[in-house]
């Protein structure tokens, strides 16, 4: 029946009526059947401009994945560069507009799912029309935007180096706002924080409006009582960039009970664990959280808090944890239990803030801070300083 070229063609001319998946499914059928030749066929038929042209008009009225699958399938028979030459029609005169329209109002799970057979350089292709204002743009046009796929898009983002597209994304995801989803209990705080992060063109209000429209109370203590010290300090850190307003969102029981515990059990716990319990109560006092109730104020706490949030968007999580622990430190220096800590570890609280390792990177502010703190150190043994409230190095002071 398919034998002829002229009945292959008018063939594949009636299956581009129909749904994509039809077509994709028949030639994967064709292939797996023993019939390789004639699939083989097909596929170059599908070369000839009257059926490219069917090919990516068709392409652009079904769903995104309908294509992703399509393009998937084609990769696997061996037409890497057929699907090039395909994108190539699609990403040119009036068919761009409608790629465009496609991709703004697409999932992100649904574009990861799509993009995870592309190559960077095509995907770059895809996403070159679009800059963080327009990108915000198209996305607000969406009733919602759900927060599955997000981290992995932030991701892709970062990998084919458009950050601004993040901004864009994470922008329309604040002021949209809605309802739905974010009391899920897989999505966590670190997904949260980085929408937050990458928000850089909404307001705080509409941050805080965001917060409490959108984050359920029940949900954030239930993931305040499964994430990390380490993830809970840096979304308070997050968090605590937006203003005070923003503050009251976080000011949850369950995170009163984790500083109160964390200080409590600062003398025994050891150095690792002590010092996530330190980052902890210094995120803390960042949004006016206490575990004593009171402790020394913190002068330049936002700008504090930016430098933490700049060394994790960095990936500079130790230079983080360094900026958090000091902030710990300084804050309970009147504690008879941080004074204990510090005596009980002192040689591996030393060892903490040298100079690290290529894999474990920190800013130059980092650096500095951490070359007072262990000059501090250093007099502090030979003068017992730490015996007594002391006075911990604050470069930020006056500053």
């Known amino acids: ?8 063609i008018a063939f594949l001319r009636n299956a581009l009526q129909g749904a994509l998946h039809i077509l994709t499914h028949f030639l994967d059928h064709a292939q797996r059947e023993g019939y390789g030749p004639l699939s083989d066929t097909l596929w170059l038929r599908l070369e ?18 309908e294509l992703g699958r399509f393009t998937e399938r084609a990769i696997a028979h061996g037409r890497g560069d057929q699907i090039r030459r395909l994108f190539q029609e699609i990403l040119r005169g009036h068919r761009r507009k409608l790629f465009d329209q496609k991709l703004g109002q697409s999932s992100a799970d649904q574009m990861i799912g799509f993009f995870q057979r592309l190559d960077e350089d095509m995907i770059g292709e895809m996403f070159s029309n679009f800059q963080s204002q327009s990108w915000l743009a198209i996305r607000e046009r969406r009733h919602a935007l759900p927060p599955y796929g997000l981290m992995a898009l932030f991701r892709l983002f970062h990998k084919i180096k458009r950050e601004d597209l993040s901004i864009g994304e994470a922008t ?40 409490h429209q959108s984050v359920a109370p029940s949900w954030l203590d239930y993931r305040l009582t499964k994430e990390s010290a380490e993830g809970v300090a840096n979304f308070l850190s ?17 995170i009163l009970h984790l500083l109160a515990e964390s200080l409590t059990d600062l003398p025994t716990r050891g150095l690792a664990r002590g010092l996530k319990a330190l980052a902890l ?6 949004v006016d959280l206490r575990a004593s109730g009171a402790g020394r104020p913190i002068e330049q706490s936002q700008r504090i808090a930016k430098e933490i949030v700049s060394e994790l968007m960095q990936d500079r999580p ?16 009147d504690e008879p239990r941080m004074q204990q800590f510090l005596r009980t570890c002192k040689e591996s609280f ?7 390792e290529p894999k474990k990177p920190v800013s130059g502010s980092v650096q500095h801070l951490s070359g007072l703190m ?11 300083l730490m015996s007594h409230p002391f006075q911990v190095p604050n470069p930020y002071l006056g500053r």
Do not use: N
């Not at 130790?318 to 804050?331: I, S």
């Open 1 to 8: 029946m398919l034998r002829y070229r002229r009945t292959q």
């Open 48 to 65: 000839t401009p009257e059926l490219k042209e069917l090919l990516a008009d068709r392409a652009l009225s079904g769903l995104l994945s």
């Open 172 to 211: 329309a995801v604040i002021k949209l706002a809605s309802f739905e989803h974010w009391d899920h209990p897989t999505i966590g705080l670190e997904l949260l924080g980085s929408v937050i992060c990458h928000a850089e063109l909404a307001t705080d209000e509409e941050v805080e409006r965001f917060l």
């Open 238 to 254: 997050i968090v605590s960039t937006k203003g005070k307003r923003c503050y009251a969102v976080v000011e949850r029981p369950s």
């Open 281 to 286: 109560i210094g995120a803390g006092a960042l």
């Open 318 to 333: 130790w230079g983080a944890l360094r900026l958090q622990v000091w902030l710990g430190v300084w804050v309970l220096s």
């Open 350 to 356: 030393v060892q903490f803030w040298l100079p690290t």
């Open 374 to 384: 262990v000059e501090w150190l250093a007099r502090a043994e030979r003068e017992s």
